[in-house]
């Protein structure tokens, strides 16, 4: 259990203090949306509402999974949760593993629904958690424990074999995924940690009655290069080093997957900064745009210091919607995105 905990708070300290995105872009930078001079709308008519899983949202935004089982983490689960209560948006807490092996630790993830009891709310486990004893019951106690609107199931194999502690049993678990995934009680969701889902892997879930993908690509934070700094073996931090920018770019992964999946609900993260490239993420088939590493900060502080964060977000947002002439959302969807060089 120390080992968890102390993985959690390394995670959290490194997160804030080092720098910790990879050198790999994001891919949006390769694309361009049409501006239109005339765009024929009014600003203020733009509107960001959506409708996801059967929740209404003020804007398309997951505040994406962080943290959780430490008592710094219950203060920042609180500022998350309070945040997107306020803007009406949605949130995911980190993962739950420690609260399952240590029930105390519940607090600092139940907190986001009793401060936030209306917004719907994500729980997360691993999948390869499944090759280790944890079965359905294990994700329905994740889910009631903070009154999980659905559950997200991370996919993380490269962080897996560069943590010490790492699980890296990954056989077999898609026959698994489909059990868990027709029994839980909650919709089940899949998320990687940064490394990209493939289109075949995203048709594999979807075909195991997975409810919605988060693509979580390459070019934000990398967990290789997190678990390297954790790392006292020279060995282990050269492994950490080689594979820092490893993955599918964000915006190629999403493309790929929409491709494969259209009308499927697909959530595009990974490196997403500003409402620009939020903008072009949906315009290339996301349904919401998860955001993580630039709330962790302001979340140490306070909820204002969030929402201040997430509303310059929004207007960016907004204004690129405005000059591409998209009055709402599925407008914006049927806007040209053109790839650089391909004009």
Request: net charge negative.
């Amino acid at each position: 259990m120390a080992n968890i905990w102390q993985r959690k708070a390394d995670h959290i300290d490194i997160a804030l203090t080092k720098r910790v995105t990879m050198a790999k872009s994001t891919g949006f930078d390769d694309f361009d949306l049409v501006h239109q001079a005339l765009p024929e709308i009014d600003l203020a008519d733009v509107s960001l509402h959506m409708t996801f899983l059967g929740h209404v949202l003020s804007a398309p935004i997951l505040v994406s999974s962080m943290t959780g089982g430490t008592e710094r983490s219950y203060e920042i689960n609180m500022h998350l949760a309070e945040a997107a209560r306020e803007l009406g948006l949605a949130m995911a807490v980190g993962s739950q593993r420690i609260m399952i092996e240590d029930p105390l630790t519940c607090p600092s993830f139940a907190v986001a629904r009793t401060v936030a009891p209306n917004i719907p709310l994500y729980g997360n486990l691993g999948a390869v958690q499944l090759n280790y004893g944890m079965g359905v019951d294990a994700f329905q106690q994740a889910a009631e424990a903070i009154r999980a609107d659905g559950m997200f199931l991370h996919l993380n194999p490269l962080q897996e074999a560069i943590q010490f502690e790492g699980n890296t049993n990954f056989a077999q678990l898609l026959s698994k995924i489909r059990i868990l995934a027709d029994h839980l009680p909650v919709p089940l969701l899949a998320k990687e940690v940064g490394s990209g889902i493939a289109p075949e892997i995203a048709v594999a879930l979807a075909e195991s009655h997975i409810k919605g993908i988060d693509v979580s690509g390459a070019g934000g934070t990398s967990w290789a290069h997190i678990e390297g700094l954790r790392a006292t073996d020279p060995a282990r931090q050269r492994l950490a080093e080689v594979f820092a920018n490893w993955g599918i770019p964000t915006a190629e992964s999403l493309a790929l997957c929409r491709g494969q999946l259209p009308g499927f609900p697909l959530i595009a993260s990974g490196g997403i900064r500003n409402g620009l490239e939020a903008a072009k993420a949906l315009a290339l088939g996301a349904d919401l745009i998860g955001l993580a590493h630039p709330l962790l900060e302001p979340a140490t502080h306070s909820t204002a210091a969030v929402i201040e964060v997430l509303k310059q977000f929004i207007w960016e947002l907004r204004v690129a919607m405005f000059l591409v002439g998209a009055i709402d959302l599925e407008t914006l969807k049927s806007r040209p995105v053109v790839k650089r060089g391909c004009q």
